[in-house]
T-cell receptor, first 116, second 114 residues
């Protein structure tokens, strides 16, 4: 079964600085997708960024970018120029059409605090 | 599109009562998922549907939980009888067919069983 691990339960960053959240996953499949979701105190789950495993180029969405290392099964999220509104729980997630069906498998989450 | 719509947003009920949570997925999405979120267990997949058919309900905790999707625009998750350990946030999410499509989540229902 696929597993997703986020080893940092909590992280903090100063406003305007850069922070990187870590995620590793385990799979035997070759074709899959990876996602980062943000859950602010409002509890709404918001898709931040996605990465297709067959693409070597790292995905970027404005201040958010990923470092995807397929061989190492690593998928980290970098937030540049951190803003107070970035404070939230961040979940890494995996999805494929293999043995896991079409479900998203989530990591445990990383709580990000942004200090003014 | 209004997104995935869940109701109610909050529910407080007494132990032993029946609870029904509702979800309207995004039009055109053919996958619907029910998740439960707690501090202890994180996000757990309870059940998911494809084209209104339940595909995997292995995450449903026990027989007290049931879910239905009578049509493409509506799903329910029912707990009968409810217990205090069922207290959690329940999310509904929908997705199109592509694996590259992330889920769109509803706002969740915070259930408190006293």
């Amino acid at each position: 079964a696929q597993t997703v691990t986020q080893s940092q339960p909590e992280m903090s960053v100063q406003e305007a600085e850069t922070v990187t959240l870590s995620c590793t996953y385990d799979t035997s499949e070759s074709d899959y997708y990876l996602f980062w979701y943000k859950q602010p105190p409002s509890r709404q789950m918001i898709l931040v960024i996605r990465q297709e495993a067959y693409k070597q180029q790292n995905a970027t969405e404005n201040r958010f970018s990923v470092n995807f290392q397929k061989a190492a099964k690593s998928f980290s999220l970098k937030i540049s120029d951190s803003q107070l509104g970035d404070a939230a729980m961040y979940f890494c997630a995996y999805r494929s059409w293999g043995t896991s069906g079409s479900r998203l498998t989530f990591g445990e989450g990383t709580q990000l605090t942004v200090n003014p | 599109d209004a997104g995935v719509i869940q109701s109610p947003r909050h529910e407080v009920t007494e132990m032993g009562q029946e609870v029904t949570l509702r979800c309207k997925p995004i039009s055109g999405h053919d996958y619907l998922f029910w998740y439960r979120q707690t501090m202890m267990r994180g996000l757990e997949l309870l059940i998911y549907f494809n084209n209104n058919v339940p595909i995997d309900d292995s995450g449903m905790p026990e027989d007290r939980f049931s879910a239905k999707m009578p049509n493409a625009s509506f799903s329910t998750l029912k707990i009968q009888p409810s217990e205090p350990r069922d207290s959690a946030v329940y999310f509904c999410a929908s997705s199109a067919s592509g694996a590259g499509d992330g889920y769109t989540f509803g706002s969740g229902t915070r259930l408190t069983v006293v």
